[in-house]
């Protein structure tokens, strides 16, 4: 039998939800913690969301802390998702990287994929680097840093195994790349070890303070922020500031921006695409 949310559990678990993962649930969303959470507390043997709320809330041993995030979580992700942010890093990015290395300014390109669900959009921008080193024979692997990190571990466990099923693999993606970077193995396809060794992927939550992460060329925060709430979005555009190198880069999801909530970078334009540059 399904347990229902009461109203006064919908404030608990809303408030529980936002401090371990900084997702907030709208007022009019009750049914995602009940669809998403319901299951849980079933499993953990609570007749009640308010039970499972007394026995877990102070002492929730990290697995089911973990569970709870993951079911939290929407994963939705494609390969080239968008397109704009990989022409840009294509035709605007590289080629100025390019000339920085040819003049000794520059040895790598540091990216950061920040929510990066089960890889695709890391390993799309590995794809499109492998693609300009068949041309420009000045890039070499080491040259790119990319580094993934997503809160969830089941959809980190999914991007390091690299294999996707035939409808994951076929969103986004050309024949052409599909062919050259990857292999049919039965009811999976597997992406090639020479895509996979670009990417590193971590387990991070967006909360956490970014400095032990390093400075980044580029950032990637896209189709996370939505799910936050405003003051979350404006602490988290300002850390990513924080850490983006002199004119670093700041990719968001199509259908977000940042006027609202920073003013520390410039809003650009390529061919209809936006990207933001932190002003420093
Ligand atoms: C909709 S996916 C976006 C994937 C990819 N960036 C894209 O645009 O296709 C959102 C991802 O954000 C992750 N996420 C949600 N809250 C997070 C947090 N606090 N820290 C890190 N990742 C988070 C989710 O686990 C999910 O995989």
Partial sequence: MDIKLQAEEFALFRRWVEEISGISVDDRKT???????GGLVAENRCSSFGEFYQKYKNSCP???????????TTNETLWF?????F?????????????????????TIRVWSSACSTGQEPYSLAILFLEAMRTNSLLKRGMIDIMATDISDSVLAQARSGS??????????????????FTDEGRLWSIAPAVKELVKFE???????????????????????????????RELFAKHAGILTRGG??????????????????????NRGIYYRVRK
């Avoid at 049914?31 to 959470?37: A, V």
């Avoid at 990290?62 to 939290?72: F, K, S, T, Y």
């Avoid at 035939?166 to 062919?179: D, F, Q, T, W």
């Avoid at 990719?251 to 970078?265: A, D, K, R, T």
């Fill in 62 to 72: 990290p697995v089911l802390r973990d569970r709870i995030i993951d079911q939290m």
């Fill in 164 to 181: 996707y099923d035939k409808i994951a693999v076929n969103r986004g993606l050309s024949p052409e790349y599909r062919a050259r970077y």
């Fill in 87 to 107: 022409t840009i890093f294509r035709e605007v990015l590289l080629p100025v990287y390019c000339r920085e290395i040819a003049a000794g300014k520059r040895r």
């Fill in 249 to 270: 880069i700041l990719f968001l999801g199509s259908s977000e921006s940042i006027s609202l909530y920073s003013n520390e970078y410039d809003m650009l334009e390529h």
């Fill in 203 to 233: 387990k991070f939550n967006l909360q956490d303070p970014f400095a032990k992460l390093g400075a980044f060329d580029i950032i990637f925060c896209r189709n996370v922020a939505i799910y936050f709430s405003e003051k979350f979005k």
């Fill in 81 to 85: 998702r968008d397109m704009h942010p």
């Fill in 31 to 37: 049914y995602l913690i009940e669809n998403r959470l």
